[in-house]
T-cell receptor, first 116, second 111 residues
Framework: GAVVSQHPSRVICKSGTSVKIECRSL??????MFWYRQFPKQSLMLMAT?????????EQGVEKDKFLINHASLTLSTLTVTSAHPEDSSFYIC????????????FGPGTRLLVL | SQQGEEDPQALSIQEGENATMNCSYK?????LQWYRQNSGRGLVHLIL?????REKHSGRLRVTLDTSKKSSSLLITASRAADTASYFC???????????FGTGTKLQVIP
């Protein structure tokens, strides 16, 4: 149980295009979903916290107009990188907390974004 | 700055040996968690220890927490090549609030 999926697993796009990444909790309802970014050989940096039906809370320094987050249901959150640039190339990971157990986060497998 | 600092940054051991990783943090916590990440993959939750606990076991894993020193350690006993991964500690100030990840320890277990 507690499986989180992400789609796509890998994406290459041209500079200036927008990319949407989906995060789904497959077998549980997620109260909260988190979006992280991880640069090579570095730790995870929290970008935003997303609660179903409400606006996401962004961390300091993260542009909310550039990284659009939509959390339409208890099992799906999407991150859209708008007008992507090469510096947005990174590994994006989502996680979700179960409605029954709020302490443990279950992580998706990640999405590797390469912007040319 | 990040909440957790881990050491060593990298660790290389022979299969069968024990591996110890340490994590220090700066502020009060409700719980501390350890995660494993295989190269280029998502994170796998290993173990959670609450602030009122001092030691916890799960299989070959043993975690200690010293809140007076604001530090935790993860011990992997009888290591296997499959344990090769990066290990991160993550701290949470309380409840379901966001966690902050440490810098990670890259463990290599040589067969």
């Amino acid at each position: 149980g507690a499986v989180v999926s992400q789609h796509p697993s890998r994406v290459i796009c041209k500079s200036g295009t927008s990319v949407k990444i989906e995060c789904r909790s497959l077998d549980f309802q997620a109260t909260t979903m988190f979006w992280y970014r991880q640069f090579p050989k570095q730790s995870l940096m929290l970008m935003a916290t997303s609660n179903e039906g409400s606006k996401a809370t962004y961390e300091q320094g993260v542009e909310k107009d550039k990284f659009l987050i939509n959390h339409a249901s208890l099992t799906l959150s999407t991150l859209t990188v708008t007008s992507a640039h090469p510096e947005d190339s990174s590994f994006y990971i989502c996680s979700a907390t179960h409605t029954q157990g709020l302490e443990t986060q279950y992580f998706g497998p990640g999405t590797r974004l390469l912007v040319l | 700055s990040q909440q957790g600092e881990e050491d060593p940054q990298a660790l290389s051991i022979q299969e069968g040996e024990n591996a110890t990783m340490n994590c220090s943090y700066k502020t009060s916590i409700n719980n501390l968690q350890w995660y494993r990440q295989n190269s280029g993959r998502g994170l796998v939750h290993l173990i959670l220890i609450r602030s009122n606990e001092r030691e916890k076991h799960s299989g070959r894993l043993r975690v200690t927490l010293d809140t007076s020193k604001k530090s935790s350690s993860l011990l992997i006993t009888a290591s296997r090549a499959a344990d090769t991964a990066s290990y991160f500690c993550a701290t949470a100030p309380g409840g379901y609030q966001k966690v902050t990840f440490g810098t990670g320890t890259k463990l290599q277990v040589i067969p």
